[in-house]
């Protein structure tokens, strides 16, 4: 659907890469552990419910199931974004600082907004 599936290896320093994994092991605990409360809630609730109000519940659920993974990456985003082209690889850096010594460390360039 979307291409061929492709692995990266990207350098990073042990710190940063222990963080990003940190992070995202987080990320994905905090996840799974509301959607199976939320499913659990929305069980107990639904028989109780009828009509109209079913649908309104399970809409209201499923926000409510997509707003922890939103709120996190908006109030703790990664230390760095990948963007993956045909052609590249871009990293999107946080600090500046780290983004040029990445650069320098792996003969690119910094790139400014």
Do not use: H
């Not at 990266?8 to 799974?32: F, G, K, Q």
């Not at 922890?68 to 993956?84: G, T």
Request: with cysteine.
């Amino acid at each position: 659907c979307f291409g061929a599936r492709r692995d990266l290896d990207v350098p990073m320093c042990s710190p940063c890469e222990d963080s990003y994994r940190a992070s995202r092991r987080w990320r994905t605990i905090v996840t799974l552990v509301g959607v199976v409360v939320l499913v659990l809630a929305g069980r107990a609730a639904l028989p109780l419910l009828d009509g109209g109000w079913r649908n309104l519940l399970i809409a209201g659920l499923v926000l409510l199931a997509l707003a922890p993974p939103i709120l996190w990456k908006a109030m703790a985003p990664f230390p760095l974004d990948l963007v993956q082209t045909r052609d590249e690889l871009q990293l999107d850096f946080r600090e500046e600082t780290v983004a040029a010594e990445c650069a320098q460390l792996n003969d690119g360039e910094v790139l400014r907004r």
